[in-house]
């Protein structure tokens, strides 16, 4: 249906690829970004690449400068709940290069200043936004390590140092008791999970007025949940203080999807419901895609359905060949069919009207709480 998408900037976002532990990565062919990138990064190749449990000093979230969004005016804030978006992975090393980016590096906030445009702000209109940068890791590096824990040492290391400092900060220095969302994608998503699983673990005050969490691109498994009963997996399109996940396969696929964990917990963002009834396009609110550089809105364009089997959301209405990207980066990753890298997109106005929902739901059982507690 939409093909020929050859432009600069859907480029940078159709590039947007994954790996184990699977992160989105955006191979982008800006000569002066790669050549800043080599010249950062070649120097550091040979040194130690920092695990959990590491000493890792974690990236300033006192300068501005290291937010990627912050409201203009954080004392006049013009909605009553906050959003904390995390992107996915928007560089790739070079080959032989350190296989994590600086903060300041240009590739990685070029891709990220785009990816928010394409992602973030379906979210805009429930919260305010508050996003920061954080130090990533290559998926191309995680490839070479077999052992999960091995793997989740490497992840849980610098970047989810970054990603939980900048939370903290955000919390102690920005939140002043609001209600938040926590949303993000890829490797976003990963991070999402870390904060689930640690920060707000430790913080039960703090996970009070978690409106919900949206875990895109990434599984959330039975185990995980099992692990962690201080969280709840989404039930309906109004609960609140819950976990949304979904990964988006085309039908019949039997590859390996590596975003996809084994026993993965799945929502359809069309119908909210977790049991196998399909969602038509025609539910679909609209999808919102980036043609010749300009946003245009889609409408039945994509299906949703849950197959419980794969723990995936399956959409049939779209062919699979105009959404795979021969030249990716990662592209012997992403067989046609796997919808990784459009999962935001195709839902992007069902995830809008969700999170704006919930947000409402969230300040009714306050309210009615509140009612009780007077009576």
Not at 196 to 213: G, Q, S, T, W
Not at 278 to 283: G, H, L, R, V
Request: net charge positive; aromatic share 12%; charged share 20%.
């Amino acid at each position: 249906m939409i093909k020929n998408r050859k432009n600069y900037c859907l480029r940078l976002l159709g590039i947007l690829s994954v790996a184990v532990f699977l992160f989105t990565a955006v191979a982008c062919t800006n000569t002066a970004a790669t050549k800043e990138q080599s010249q950062s990064q070649t120097a550091q190749q040979t040194q130690y690449v920092p695990m959990h449990g590491d000493n890792i000093a974690p990236s300033d979230y006192a300068d501005k400068n290291n937010w990627l969004a912050l409201p203009k005016n954080i004392n006049k804030l013009s909605k009553a709940a906050d959003v904390f978006y995390i992107y996915p992975t928007t560089w790739v090393a070079q080959k032989g290069q350190y296989p994590i980016a600086d903060i300041d590096l240009k590739m990685m906030r070029d891709g990220a200043k785009n990816t928010f445009q394409v992602q973030a702000t379906a979210f805009e209109t429930a919260g305010n936004i508050f996003a920061p940068f954080y130090r990533q890791l290559d998926a191309d590096f995680l490839l070479s390590i077999t052992d999960p824990v091995q793997q989740d040492k490497y992840t849980f290391g610098v970047p989810a140092t970054d990603v939980e400092a900048a939370f903290d900060y955000y919390i102690k220095n920005y939140n002043n008791g609001r209600p938040f969302i926590i949303a993000g994608h890829s490797q976003g998503a990963v991070m999402t999970k870390y904060l689930l699983f640690r920060y707000l673990k430790n913080h039960p005050e703090v996970a009070k007025r978690m409106v919900a969490a949206y875990v895109m691109g990434y599984s959330v498994s039975k185990q995980e949940l099992k692990a962690n009963p201080h969280l709840k997996f989404a039930e309906n399109a109004d609960d609140t203080g819950v976990v949304i996940s979904f990964n988006t396969e085309a039908p019949n696929l039997t590859i390996k999807n590596y975003t996809v964990l084994k026993d993965a917990v799945v929502i359809n963002p069309i119908s909210w419901t977790r049991d196998e009834t399909e969602a038509p396009a025609s539910q679909n609110l609209g999808s919102r895609l980036q043609i010749d550089g300009k946003f245009q809105t889609f409408k039945n364009l994509a299906d949703a359905k849950v197959n419980k089997k794969r723990g995936t959301v399956v959409c049939s209405t779209v062919n699979p060949q105009d959404y795979f990207e021969p030249d990716n980066a990662l592209v012997k990753f992403f067989a046609p069919g796997i919808y990784h890298m459009y999962e935001v997109q195709f839902y992007y106005y069902n995830l809008r009207q969700n999170a704006e929902n919930r947000v409402k739901q969230y300040f009714n059982k306050t309210k009615n709480t509140q009612s009780d507690t007077k009576k």
